[in-house]
Structures are given as structure tokens and as C-alpha cells.
């Protein structure tokens, strides 16, 4: 089955980290550019960060540059995101999400994993 | 960055009425890269529309996509029970990829 499964969610404190992972089946993972998406509990839905085939170029958004870093294992089928220094404002539902080869847009996303930041 | 600006915010209607959704960028969206995006509460985001007017598979033909530049639109022409949702529209047309802010289609 063609599928992407987060985890790696969960509370933290301001200030801490956390990895988050994305399990990619079903398909060539190594062919595809992957990203990050989040959602804020009842807001929309906003880009965090992309990687492309072989992880030699990253995009960030500009509230995560710095903190976050995307990365891949080929070999696994996974995708990561290193969350460093989080603020309480990025408490969210993650999102993995693959980008068609073809035309590029988002054409499969995982369920989420939640990640809440807080004392 | 582009930013894209849906409107309205929200959208009240009934069943077997045509839903009308905009979707509007702050600079032209290269190559019409605009997708659109339901949302029920708790599930993932579900892909209708690529490059502005292309359905995805399997999304009924009810859903149409149309615009260009920086004007989108999202149509649905019958409203059934399942499409009371949140609309979101996005550009992958330029890094960084960005959505608008969602419209809200609920029962009247």
C-alpha cells in the first residue's frame, strides 16, 4: 500500500527538540521530493520545509530557518525533521507529504503526528 | 513569497447549491502551479484540483478548477452532503510553496 506514516510527535518543553520521522511505502521514496506541512490546532495549513531527491537542497520556511533541519535516508524510506529551540507557537499537526513526479504538487500526505509545545 | 488570499472566509449554502470559491496571489502563480485542497476535520488534506484546472484521480467532476495568473477559482457545481468542508488553494509555482488561509463551506 502506498502510504506515509509520522511519528515521533508529542509535548515538550519550550526550548527542546524533537525528531520527527516519516515512513514512506508502496513507492520509489528515493525518486521524490518530499516536504513538511503543518496545522496549528483549528488554523490552517502552512509549509515548513521541503528536501529534494538526494537531500543536497532544503527549503525552509522563515519561521522554522535556523531551528528545523529536513533529511532523508534513502535506504530507510524515511524522512526526518529535526525540530531545535521550539516555541510554543510551533505546536502543531506535521504532515509528510510527497510531491508527484510529473507535476509537482502534493499528491499524498500522511495522517500527522502532533507536536505540542508547552510548560 | 506569494501570498494567496481565499475568498470568503466562509461559505454558507445548501445542499444541491453551487459553491463559488476564490483564490487570489499577490504575483502571478508561475505556470498556473495552483492546486486546491478539502479538508474534513481530523483527516488529511485531499487533493481535487492541479494546475489550476486539472481534477486529481478519482475526485467527481462536480469539482472544477479555473483561472490564471493570479485569479483562481474553485466551483462546485452541486453541493452534496460529504463536500461541507474546508477549502484550502495552494502554488507550488514558486519556492516557497504557500496556501491560503482555507474557506469554510458549512450547511445553511
Known amino acids: 500500500e502506498v502510504q506515509l506514516v509520522e511519528s515521533g510527535g508529542g509535548l515538550v518543553q519550550p526550548g527542546g527538540s524533537l525528531r520527527l520521522s516519516c515512513a514512506a511505502s508502496?513507492?520509489?521514496?528515493?525518486?521524490?521530493?518530499m516536504h513538511w506541512v503543518r496545522q496549528a490546532p483549528g488554523k490552517g495549513l502552512v509549509y515548513v520545509s521541503g528536501?529534494?531527491?538526494?537531500?543536497?537542497?532544503?527549503r525552509y520556511a522563515d519561521s522554522v530557518k535556523g531551528r528545523f533541519t529536513i533529511s532523508r535516508d534513502n535506504a530507510k524510506n524515511t524522512l526526518y525533521l529535526q525540530m531545535n529551540s521550539l516555541r510554543p507557537e510551533d505546536t502543531a499537526v506535521y504532515y509528510c507529504?510527497?510531491?508527484?513526479?510529473?507535476?509537482?504538487?502534493?499528491?499524498?500526505w500522511g495522517r500527522g503526528t502532533l507536536v505540542t509545545v508547552s510548560s | 513569497e506569494i501570498v494567496l488570499t481565499q475568498s470568503p472566509g466562509t461559505l454558507s449554502l445548501s445542499p444541491g447549491e453551487r459553491a463559488t470559491l476564490s483564490c487570489r496571489a499577490s504575483q502571478s502563480v508561475t505556470g498556473n502551479y495552483l492546486a486546491w485542497f478539502q479538508q474534513k476535520p481530523g483527516q488529511a488534506p485531499r487533493l481535487l484540483i492541479y494546475g489550476a484546472s486539472s481534477r486529481a484521480t478519482g475526485i467527481p467532476d462536480r469539482f472544477s478548477g479555473s483561472g490564471s495568473g493570479t485569479d483562481f477559482t474553485l466551483t462546485i457545481s452541486r453541493l452534496e452532503p460529504e463536500d461541507f468542508a474546508v477549502y484550502y488553494c495552494?502554488?507550488?509555482?514558486?519556492?516557497?510553496?504557500?496556501f491560503g488561509q482555507g474557506t469554510r463551506v458549512e450547511i445553511k
Open positions: 495552494q502554488q507550488y509555482g514558486n519556492a516557497p510553496r504557500t
Open positions: 528536501i529534494n531527491v538526494d537531500g543536497s537542497d532544503t
Open positions: 507529504v510527497r510531491v508527484n513526479l510529473a507535476y509537482w504538487y502534493f499528491d499524498l
Open positions: 508502496g513507492f520509489t521514496f528515493s525518486s521524490h521530493w
